[in-house]
């Protein structure tokens, strides 16, 4: 969920799910939800090249420009790299908004715990049990919540090492003892290049409520320093460019997200 940010850090009041309707008899019945301020601070982010300005104007192969160009670029790709971390981080010191690692087999409720961790290898077996827990999920008062009913799309992440499993998993439609594969288009599938090993994840994107955010303070821009005056220049004899934005990126609703570390 890609929010915009208007200031240097954003707090958020995550409301734990929704109370579940009941029959109107007598007076309205007034349920508080259960609020947790979570707050993200914007950090600062920069990328800068420099060479020398012969060099720059004598490019007669356009080798150069082009790299000062695809600055952009990487700067577009950066919520990547940011979202790898938040997620390899969630099984431990990554914290939500209830202050438990985001993936947990015990976060706090009204009376007792829920998990959103999920052990073992991703096969039909683990990946059933997670959307089981899905369909579990409880707010703060230990009412049903459904995510399912949320809205979102229903995704399975996973790294290059299990792409292999969660095709075979997701897109074929027989298994290979060539009976039907009931999971066949269950989710839609993503393959994130930047995550190793077997970790996998189970989750909604694109609905209303979303278990990660993405706070934008100040979109990527791009400034050049290639000027004769322009210290840089005058001084070396360099020409720099220089990419700057603020933003950052943190957990939202565990309850939309099932974990594993694939073991």
């Not at 009941?22 to 090249?49: A, F």
């Not at 940011?82 to 969630?90: D, G, I, Q």
Request: glycine letters at 10%.
């Amino acid at each position: 969920l890609e929010i915009e940010s208007t200031g240097d850090t954003e707090t958020y009041d995550l409301a734990d799910g929704l109370p579940q309707m009941r029959e109107w008899i007598g007076s309205r019945q007034v349920k508080n939800l259960k609020v947790w301020d979570y707050s993200l601070k914007n950090r600062d982010w920069e990328l800068t090249i420099a060479v020398k300005a012969n060099l720059f104007k004598d490019d007669r192969l356009n080798v150069i420009r082009p790299r000062f160009a695809a600055m952009g670029s990487a700067a577009r790709a950066h919520p990547d790299k940011l979202f790898s971390e938040l997620l390899t981080k969630a099984f431990t010191t990554g914290k939500g908004f209830d202050n438990v690692s985001f993936f947990n087999a015990n976060h706090p409720l009204a009376a007792g715990v829920q998990s959103n961790l999920q052990s073992g290898a991703l096969d039909t077996t683990t990946f059933n049990a997670a959307i089981q827990k899905l369909r579990g999920m409880k707010n703060w008062d230990g009412e049903p919540i459904d995510p399912f009913a949320i809205g979102g799309q229903l995704t399975l992440i996973v790294g290059p090492a299990l792409e292999s499993t969660a095709r075979a998993l997701l897109l074929a439609q027989q298994g290979a003892s060539g009976a039907t594969n009931t999971d066949f288009n269950r989710a839609k599938l993503v393959v994130f290049s930047r995550l190793s090993g077997n970790a996998w994840f189970l989750g909604f994107a694109g609905g209303t409520l979303r278990p990660f955010l993405f706070q934008v303070r100040e979109r990527p821009q791009v400034v050049a320093r290639v000027q004769p005056g322009d210290d840089c220049v005058f001084n070396r004899n360099d020409v720099e460019y220089g990419c700057q934005g603020r933003w950052e990126m943190g957990y939202g609703l565990y309850q939309l997200c099932v974990g594993s570390t694939g073991s």
